[in-house]
C-alpha cells in the first residue's frame, strides 16, 4: 500500500518539497496538500495532480487530512506551527512522523504542542530541492526511531542531499543553505545592476546574469568540483577577473557576506524566543 504523505502548507517552501519528491518518482495519488486559500489548493492540484484541500480554522480539513498519513510535512510559517499542532494533535497515528520545516521553531516547541510520544522531526530544507539540488539538514525529536529517520529521509533522497544534524546546529544551517539561495540570486540581481551600469539593455543584462550564475552553479554542482579550483581557473594571472575579485577583498565582501549569514541566525534565535513568549 502507498504511504500517505500530507502537507499542512504549500507555499514556496512546501511545493519545492512537493515538486522535488513527484520528479522523483512518488506518486501524486499518495499525497494530500492543504493550504488557505481555495484559488492556491486549485492550483496545485491542477500543476501536482495532488488533492489540495483549503483549510482554515472552522473547516477542520488539516486534523481531517492527516488521518492515515505516515508522514505529515508542516509547511506553514513559524508564528502558525504551534496552533497547527493543536489542530492536528488528536487526529495524528501515533506512529505517523512528523518533519516541521519551519525556522526557528525548535523541537522542545513542536512536541509539546503534539501527543507525548509523537515522532517530530525538525529540517531546513531550501527550494532547490525543486529541481533535485537541494539540501536539506534533519534533526530528530526525542521519540524519532530509525524506521522514522527513514522515512524523513525518503521524502528528500530523491531532491536533494539529505544530512543529520545536531539540533543547536539548525540556526547555522538555516543562515547558509536554506537563506543561501536568496544569497545566490541576489548576487544575480547585482551583477544585472552592473551590467546596466554599463549601457548595457535590462534585458541582455539579465540574460548575463542569469547564465552566468546558473551555469557557474552547474559547473560547481559537478561530482569533486571545488569551489576555489573553479574561481582560480577564471581568474588569469594579470587578466581582468583578478582586478575584480581584488576590489572584492578590499572593500570586505567575504567580511559581508558572514555578516549577512550571522544576522539570518540571530534572527532565527530571536524568533525561538518570540514563539516561546507567545506560548
Ligand atoms: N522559503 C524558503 O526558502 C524556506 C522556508 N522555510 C520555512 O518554510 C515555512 C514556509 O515558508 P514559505 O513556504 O516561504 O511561506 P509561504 O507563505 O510561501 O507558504 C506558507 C503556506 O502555508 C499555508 N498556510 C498558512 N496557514 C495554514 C494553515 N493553518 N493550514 C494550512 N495551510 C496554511 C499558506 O496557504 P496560502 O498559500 O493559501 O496562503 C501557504 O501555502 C516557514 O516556516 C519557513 O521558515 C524553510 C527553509 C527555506
Ligand atoms: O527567510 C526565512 O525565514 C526562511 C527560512 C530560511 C529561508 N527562508
Redesign the pocket.
Known amino acids: 500500500m502507498m504511504k500517505k504523505i500530507v502537507f499542512?502548507?504549500?507555499?514556496?517552501?512546501?511545493?519545492?518539497i512537493l515538486a522535488g519528491m513527484l520528479a522523483a518518482g512518488v506518486s501524486p495519488l499518495s499525497v494530500v496538500v492543504?493550504?488557505?486559500?481555495p484559488e492556491?489548493?486549485n492550483e496545485l492540484a491542477i500543476r501536482h495532480g495532488v488533492t489540495a484541500l483549503?483549510?482554515?480554522?472552522e473547516s477542520g480539513?488539516?486534523a481531517q487530512a492527516v488521518e492515515g498519513a505516515s508522514v505529515v510535512i508542516?509547511?506553514?510559517?513559524?508564528v502558525?506551527?504551534t496552533?497547527?499542532c493543536q489542530?492536528i494533535a488528536g487526529s495524528l497515528e501515533s506512529n505517523a512522523v512528523v518533519i516541521?520545516?519551519?525556522?526557528?521553531?525548535s523541537l522542545a516547541q513542536l512536541e509539546g504542542a503534539l501527543r507525548p510520544g509523537q515522532p517530530v522531526v525538525r529540517s531546513?530544507?531550501?527550494?532547490p530541492l525543486k529541481v533535485g539540488r537541494g539540501v536539506v539538514a534533519l534533526s530528530a525529536g526525542s521519540s524519532v526511531d530509525e524506521h522514522h529517520l527513514a522515512s524523513a529521509h525518503e521524502i528528500f533522497d530523491g531532491s536533494g542531499v539529505v544530512l543529520d544534524i545536531a539540533e543547536d546546529q539548525q540556526n547555522a544551517v538555516?543562515a547558509i543553505s536554506?537563506?543561501g539561495?536568496?544569497y545566490a540570486f541576489y548576487l544575480a540581481e547585482a551583477m544585472a545592476a552592473a551590467a546596466q551600469d554599463f549601457g548595457l539593455s535590462p534585458q541582455i543584462a539579465h540574460v548575463l546574469a542569469r547564465e552566468t550564475v546558473a551555469g557557474a552553479g552547474m559547473m560547481l554542482a559537478e561530482p569533486g568540483a571545488n569551489a576555489t579550483e573553479l574561481r582560480r581557473a577564471v581568474t588569469s594571472p594579470k587578466g581582468t577577473t583578478e582586478q575584480a575579485i581584488a576590489s572584492f577583498d578590499r572593500e570586505g565582501l567575504p567580511g559581508i557576506i558572514r555578516k549577512g549569514a550571522q544576522a539570518a541566525a540571530a534572527r532565527a534565535a530571536e524568533i525561538t524566543k518570540e514563539l516561546s513568549a507567545l506560548n
Open positions: 499542512l502548507g504549500c507555499g514556496s517552501m512546501g511545493e519545492a492543504t493550504v488557505r486559500r492556491r489548493a483549503a483549510s482554515n480554522e480539513a488539516n508542516l509547511g506553514v510559517k513559524p502558525g506551527i496552533a497547527l489542530e516541521s520545516v519551519a525556522a526557528a521553531v531546513m530544507p531550501n527550494t538555516s536554506g537563506s539561495p536568496a
